[in-house]
């Protein structure tokens, strides 16, 4: 008699069910109580600060509850690992912890705010603002209720005024000001009074700024006291010196005491502005001093935290190829018959691992925006430290060493000082926000010009022709980047004494020709020398681009894309 599949299955799993009815539930209260054990060492090693202790106990915790399937806690400890990874400057390594979470996440999960509102936090601090704002506001979705929605809604309106949207950020800080119920009044006010007098209204951002400066002295937030101090820094950095240098000394005291090294570079920052004497010449080499280290720490922390995760997965694999061992010593004739259902749990594994693949490759072009927003960071780094660092350090020794009485040593500390600056206000227009609006075009050709010298002659043909109105505005920043990208290589490898950049358009596409006489290179070299980048950009928004060039025959660059 002919049997079909599905009976089969029915009847497969009917044998399973009588048999389990055998088989004693497994104890996990012990193991429940061992994974709550390290997420009570990891809170306190937080509390006191130390973050590796700390970092290490919630992944061991976290590892535990997987063995029970406990998703909550499982949630919970990597959103503190990925907290801690944010608070050492590791944004890229807090992003891949917080993704691990998400399979974990059920349907307005009461984690899920907090997730995405630390998503965005790394984000704002890469700089990837368009991916920031569109996760606070998956956060603002999954709150409960109005007093949660406050910090995301706070975060998206700093994201506005570093963007220069200073009517976005009033509209969402002043609605927050209206609610019966405020979390972080003094927070709201002080970045509100930013906020104006960014836009202008100077008198109304003080008073503000001053509200909220006094309300976070009432209830001794000390730490939020260091932004109120920075921001009424700058307010009097043009107008009152003396005023300006006092809250930034107060910023960097707090900023100092918290090791919130940021803020207190930021508050030196204000302080080499302020000061001409000597004193001067001691802040720009604690800037120098602690910009150096902040590198060091960070990456050190971050291998830090790889490690850790590498060692607690090394560990897990060696306790599941033992248990594996001695399960495979014990096994008796009737536990093999239940080796069918590892064999079932292995094809879900296996559907899992395929999702799970599936969600990469849509994501990968995210991932590509991070690792690039890594890159211009290390190379921020690089170009403070190998340039701007040995020009201040040659500066300070210069002033020590030669008396500063005569003429021509002040012109040269003069000529010395308007070289650092120029080199501060390069690296500062390479990484600042790229204006898309209708001044786009000047914006570009003043970035072109910049690199005209004594040496160097930049000529620029048809920028003004093209409908740049018409280019969509990822293009224009693509378009911005890459060619910026040109003009330092050119600067760094090409020295070349004429470059010409020429545009083109028609209906539908753009044309951008570069070529430069410099000393050029070998084909098979030009990847290789640091343009892969260019070409990665142009292929994420459907361009080309081609590269020609021989040793002492110049580098042409042809580039093609649709508007």
């Given amino acids: 008699m002919l049997r079909s599949p599905f009976f089969c299955f029915l009847f497969f799993l009917l044998f399973l069910s009588c048999k389990e009815e055998n088989i004693k539930p497994v104890d996990t209260s012990f193991i429940k109580k061992e994974a709550l054990d390290f997420r009570k060492k990891g809170i306190e090693n937080f509390e006191n600060k130390n973050f590796n202790s ?79 704002i569109y996760y606070y506001r998956e956060a603002i979705a999954d709150c409960t209720d109005e007093v949660s929605k406050q910090s995301p809604l706070n975060n998206m309106a700093v994201i506005h005024i570093q963007q220069k949207n200073y009517n976005k950020a009033i509209k969402i800080l002043e609605s927050l000001l209206d609610k019966k119920v405020i979390d972080e009044k ?48 700058e307010f009097y950095l043009k107008t009152d010196s003396k005023k300006s240098n006092q809250y930034a000394q107060a910023a960097y005291e707090i900023a100092t005491r918290f090791n919130s090294v940021d803020e207190r570079l930021k508050a030196l920052s204000f302080l080499i502005s302020n000061d001409s004497g000597n004193k001067n010449v001691q802040y720009a080499q604690k800037y120098v001093t602690i910009n150096d280290s902040i590198i060091k720490v960070r990456n050190n922390f971050k291998n830090k935290f790889a490690k850790i995760k590498y060692d607690s997965k090394k560990e897990k694999d060696e306790n599941q190829k033992l248990r594996l061992e001695k399960a495979e010593n014990l096994l008796s004739i009737q536990e093999q018959k239940y080796q069918k259902v590892v064999a079932g749990i292995g094809v879900i594994f296996l559907i899992i691992v395929i999702f799970i693949l599936i969600r990469y490759y849509k994501n990968r072009g995210r991932i590509e925006k991070i690792k690039t927003a890594y890159d211009t960071e290390t190379r921020i780094a690089k170009d403070i430290h190998d340039e701007l660092a040995n020009d201040v350090f040659h500066a300070m020794t210069f002033t020590q060493t030669q008396p500063l009485t005569s003429e021509n040593t002040k012109e040269t500390l003069v000529h010395k000082l308007d070289n650092i600056y120029s080199r501060v206000r390069r690296i500062s227009q390479e990484n600042s926000t790229i204006d898309v609006t209708s001044n786009y075009a000047a914006n570009l050709k003043e970035m072109l010009s910049t690199y005209n010298s004594e040496t160097t002659n930049v000529i620029i043909n048809n920028i003004e022709k093209v409908n740049w109105e018409l280019v969509d505005n990822i293009k224009k920043v693509t378009i911005h980047r890459i060619l910026q990208e040109l003009m330092v290589n050119m600067k760094k490898h090409s020295h070349a004494s004429l470059v010409v950049v020429k545009f083109e358009s028609n209906g539908k596409m753009l044309f951008i020709d570069y070529t430069d006489n410099g000393k050029g290179c070998e084909k098979d070299k030009i990847i290789k020398n640091g343009l892969q980048n260019m070409e990665n950009r142009i292929l994420a928004i459907k361009g080309t681009i081609t590269f020609d060039s021989e040793p002492d025959k110049g580098f042409k660059v042809k580039i093609t894309l649709p508007k």
């Fill in 54 to 132: 700390a970092f290490y106990n919630f992944n061991k915790s976290k590892i535990i509850f997987e063995t029970i399937k406990d998703s909550a806690n499982i949630v919970f400890n990597l959103i503190q690992m990925a907290s801690i990874q944010q608070i050492n400057g590791d944004y890229y390594g807090s992003k891949e912890t917080l993704t691990e979470a998400l399979p974990f996440l059920k349907k307005k999960d009461i984690y899920s705010a907090a997730i995405n509102n630390f998503f965005g936090i790394a984000d704002k601090e890469l700089s990837l603002y368009h991916d920031a």
């Fill in 186 to 233: 003094a927070r709201i006010l002080d970045n509100l009074g930013y906020a104006y007098f960014k836009d202008g209204l100077t008198e109304k951002g003080l008073s503000l700024m001053n509200e909220g400066y006094q309300l976070r002295k009432q209830i001794t937030d000390f730490y939020g006291s260091i932004e109120s101090n920075l921001h009424l820094a």
